[in-house]
């Protein structure tokens, strides 16, 4: 198995668990779901017990490969697949193809002027949109402490992009900028993150 697999799926994967559920529950039985920045497939996995179909997809083809190893070889997967792709540009997906597109904590660590071409694509595939990502302000807490240390232990440019994030607002501010609408919202991981449900309405130009 890839080093950067194993980790994530032995270490990161189990204390991000809660967070999935919960956005999970967030959606309908036997609806379809796009997951942008899928990673390791765990939530992808997740919202397939429930969902009609799901489609995961990442930039990193070695990432993609790790997902595509955890869908059981019993035959009864088949409304989940994984591919790599872009989330800035989805040619291959129509307008509203999707009743839900969904990104998990990915935002924070992108460039900033990737996020909202991002939310905007995402938001043009799907009815609705789950953003799952850190609070703003960060809680003054243990998790909050912990949290920023592992952001600042991932790299000089990952946490360039977490202070970007969290100095600009966070997602209220990259939702309110892509044009979309809080219309539900869930705090998770002890007030670390949160789930937001928005509309996808029209972006004007």
């Keep these: 198995m890839n080093p950067h697999c194993f980790f994530y799926r032995r270490f990161i994967d189990p ?12 959606i309908p039985e036997g609806a379809s779901v796009l997951e942008a920045a899928c990673g390791t497939g765990e939530q992808s996995l997740i919202i397939a017990r429930k969902a009609g179909r799901v489609l995961g997809f ?28 872009d989330a800035r540009d989805l040619p291959f997906i129509t307008d509203g193809e999707f009743d839900y597109a969904t ?16 939310l905007r694509e995402l938001s043009r595939t799907a009815r609705q949109l789950l953003v799952a990502d850190y ?24 946490y ?5 994030y969290q100095a600009a607002g966070g997602l209220d501010t990259i939702i309110r900028e892509s044009g979309l609408e809080i219309v539900e919202e869930n705090s998770v991981l002890g007030g670390i993150g949160r789930i937001v449900l928005c509309k996808a309405s029209k972006i004007d130009a």
Excluded at 15 to 26: D, I, K, S, V
Excluded at 135 to 158: L, V, Y
Excluded at 160 to 164: F, W
């Design 15 to 26: 204390l991000l668990r809660p967070l999935r559920r919960t956005l999970a529950g967030m």
């Design 58 to 85: 990442d930039y990193n083809r070695t990432i993609v490969e790790c997902a595509q190893g955890r869908i059981p070889g019993d035959g009864e997967w088949t409304n989940l697949t994984f591919q790599e792709a």
């Design 103 to 118: 990104i998990t904590l990915a935002l924070h660590e992108m460039n900033p002027a990737n996020r909202i071409p991002v």
């Design 135 to 158: 609070s703003t302000p960060m809680p003054s807490t243990i998790g909050g402490w912990f949290t920023r240390m592992i952001e600042k232990m991932a790299g000089k440019d990952h």
């Design 160 to 164: 360039a992009g977490y202070s970007d």
